[in-house]
């Protein structure tokens, strides 16, 4: 089974790492695993925290625009997908791969 696609990235605050995401397909909860991906972008991460209007919430459906935690950096139109659970896979792109996460 493939990754879902769930939306894209709208805006990035890469000062506190965080992103808004524009769900347009499926369902996002807190606890999925998530993959990112764009042109210099690609890594795997839980989903920690989601906020729509700065309160918390606990899932976002198509039509929702909502910011996430991000564990890297990520760019405006960067694809957010959805790991299932059979095909996860460990993440990371080249950068990541060698000079590792960013820290918190």
Do not use: C, N, Y
């Not at 506190?16 to 769900?23: K, T, W």
């Not at 999925?32 to 976002?60: C, N, R, Y």
């Amino acid at each position: 089974m493939a990754d879902q696609f769930i939306g894209t990235v709208l805006h990035q605050w890469r000062h506190v790492g965080a992103a808004l995401v524009g769900v347009t397909e499926g369902e996002l909860r807190v606890g999925d695993t998530i993959h990112i991906k764009g042109h210099t972008t690609d890594f795997t991460q839980t989903l920690d925290s989601m906020q729509v209007d700065h309160a918390p919430v606990e899932s976002a459906q198509a039509g929702d625009e909502v910011a996430i935690a991000v564990a890297d950096r990520v760019r405006v139109q960067d694809k957010v997908f959805r790991v299932s659970k059979s095909g996860s896979r460990q993440g990371g792109g080249l950068l990541s791969r060698l000079f590792g996460r960013r820290s918190s």
